[in-house]
C-alpha cells in the first residue's frame, strides 16, 4: 500500500480527531493542506465528488477517498495497529459521544466566524500568505468566512446552550474517570477532547492557531467554570498525543 495522503485544515478540530486516530494505530501518512473556498475544486477533483458538500479530513488511500474525521478512524481502526478506537460492542456508544462533540464544534464555529469576521488581525491569519500584505487579506478572510458560514449554517448551529450542556454531560460522564466508554482509551475521548477546542483550542503545537484566531475560539467564562475538563485533556492530549509523535 503506498502511503496515504491526509488532506486536512491545520487549526481544524475535526482534522485534529483524524491526525490523532492515524497516530494512535502508528499509519504514516503524508500531510496537505486545504484552503477553504479556495481550495474547493481541487477538493472535488481530488476525491471526484462533483456533488454534495465535500468537505477535510479526507484521507486518501489506496485510489479511494475516506471523509470525515469518524470514517478516517475507522479506516485506521482497520489498517493500523494497536488498541482498536471503536471497541466490539461499544460502537453505539462512541458514536454517541462523536455526536455530542459534533454539536459542540458546529456551534463553536459558528462563533468563531462570527468573531471573526469582527477582528481584523483574525481574518488576516486566517488567508495564508506574508504578513506586510494585511490590508489585502482582510476582504479575502471576510469571504472565506462568510463562504464556511453559508456552507456550514452557521446561522442554524447550536449556541452557548448546546455548548453548555454538552460540558454537563461530559463532566457527569467522567466524573474523575480518565475515560469515557468501557474504562478505556476510545474515539469517544479523541472526539470530546479534540471538541473542547471551542472552549480553549489544545495549544499551538497542535491546533497552530494565530493569537488573534485563539482569542475567537476561547470562551474565558467557560474555561473558568470547566477548568477540570480542560486539565483532563490537556493530559490526554499530552500523553495520547504527543506533539513529537507527528
Ligand atoms: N463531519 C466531518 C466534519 C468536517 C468539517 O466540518 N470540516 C470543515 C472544518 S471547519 C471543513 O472542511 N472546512 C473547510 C471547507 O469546508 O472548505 C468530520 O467529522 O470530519
Same mark, same amino acid.
Given at each position: 500500500m503506498s502511503r496515504p495522503h491526509l488532506v486536512s485544515l491545520p487549526y481544524s478540530p475535526w482534522s485534529l480527531k483524524a491526525k490523532w486516530a492515524l497516530d494512535h494505530h502508528r499509519v504514516a501518512y503524508r500531510l496537505g493542506t486545504h484552503l477553504p473556498m479556495l481550495g474547493e475544486r481541487l477538493l472535488r477533483l481530488r476525491t471526484g465528488r462533483w456533488s454534495g458538500k465535500v468537505s477535510?479530513?479526507?484521507?486518501?488511500a489506496d485510489g479511494e477517498a475516506i471523509m470525515g474525521s469518524d470514517a478516517i478512524a475507522r479506516w485506521a481502526d482497520a489498517h493500523g495497529e494497536g488498541e482498536p478506537l471503536f471497541p466490539e460492542g461499544e460502537d453505539e456508544a462512541v458514536a454517541h459521544w462523536n455526536g455530542i462533540a459534533d454539536e459542540?464544534?458546529? @456551534?463553536?464555529? +459558528?462563533? &468563531?466566524?462570527?468573531?471573526?469576521?469582527?477582528s481584523r488581525e483574525a481574518l488576516i491569519e486566517s488567508v495564508p500568505g506574508p504578513r506586510f500584505l494585511g490590508p489585502l487579506l482582510v476582504p479575502v478572510g471576510k469571504m472565506g468566512a462568510r463562504f464556511?458560514?453559508?456552507k456550514y449554517?452557521?446561522?442554524r448551529a447550536g449556541g452557548r446552550d448546546v455548548v453548555e450542556r454538552g460540558l454537563a454531560a461530559l463532566g457527569e460522564a467522567l466524573d474523575g474517570d480518565a475515560h469515557l466508554v468501557g474504562d478505556r482509551f476510545t474515539f469517544a475521548d479523541i472526539a470530546m477532547a @479534540?471538541?473542547? +477546542?471551542c &472552549?480553549?483550542?489544545?495549544?499551538?503545537s497542535w491546533d497552530h492557531l494565530g493569537d488573534a484566531s485563539?482569542?475567537?475560539?476561547?470562551?474565558?467564562a467557560l474555561a473558568e467554570q470547566h477548568e477540570e475538563?480542560?486539565?483532563?485533556?490537556?493530559?490526554?492530549?499530552?500523553e495520547r498525543f504527543p506533539p513529537r509523535v507527528r
Open positions: 477535510v479530513p479526507i484521507l486518501i459542540l464544534l458546529d @456551534a463553536g464555529r +459558528a462563533r &468563531v466566524i462570527e468573531r471573526s469576521l469582527a464556511l458560514a453559508r449554517g452557521a446561522d @479534540a471538541a473542547l +477546542a &472552549v480553549r483550542p489544545p495549544g499551538r485563539r482569542a475567537c475560539w476561547t470562551d474565558d475538563l480542560l486539565a483532563w485533556r490537556d493530559h490526554l492530549f499530552a
